[in-house]
């Protein structure tokens, strides 16, 4: 009998899980204009208050333990990329001199029918953490509500 091999529905590089600024209603959403929501989503990660924006770190001691970190799932287009790694200080050139970088990762897209793991790219921030405050909740945007309440 032969196995049936069900293709990802998305490439990993067309995917981009974002958990800060970028998403919806909050400050730096317009530089997601050309991009599709796939929804809500999910991914181990340990959340860092930065001041305007989060930090996301995936390894090290800051990181430890690793929570779930709430975001939106968007496909991007090749053209993006550009812009949006200008946009997280990404330095090709330059690991030191990049403030986050671009990552594959696991996430879970909170599909409508089930949740589906995904391979998709995140920024991580690259720089030291030290002094700034955890994101107990993983989920920004109740972080900031939190902060103005």
Not at 50 to 58: C, T, V
């Given at each position: 009998?032969?196995?049936i091999s069900r293709k990802p529905p998305f490439a990993e590089n067309e995917l981009l899980f974002v958990y800060g600024t970028l998403l919806s209603g909050l400050s730096n959403h317009h530089h997601?204009?050309?991009?599709?929501?796939?929804?809500?989503?999910t991914m181990q990660g340990a959340l860092f208050d930065?001041?305007?924006?989060?930090?996301?770190?995936?390894l090290g001691d800051r990181a430890a333990p690793l929570g779930t970190v709430l975001g939106e799932l968007y496909k991007i287009e090749a053209s993006q990329w550009q812009r949006l790694d200008d946009l997280e200080e990404v330095d090709p050139?330059?690991?030191?001199?990049s403030m986050y970088l671009r990552v594959t990762a696991d996430v879970t897209w909170l599909a409508?029918?089930?949740p589906q793991a995904v391979r998709a790219q995140v920024y991580v921030y690259n720089w030291s953490l030290e002094g700034r405050p955890p994101i107990k909740n993983g989920d920004f945007r109740r972080h900031i509500s939190l902060k103005k309440a």
């Open positions: 009998m032969k196995m997601m204009q050309g991009a599709t929501c796939l929804g809500p989503a930065l001041g305007d924006y989060p930090a996301m770190k995936l050139e330059s690991m030191a001199n409508t029918e089930s």
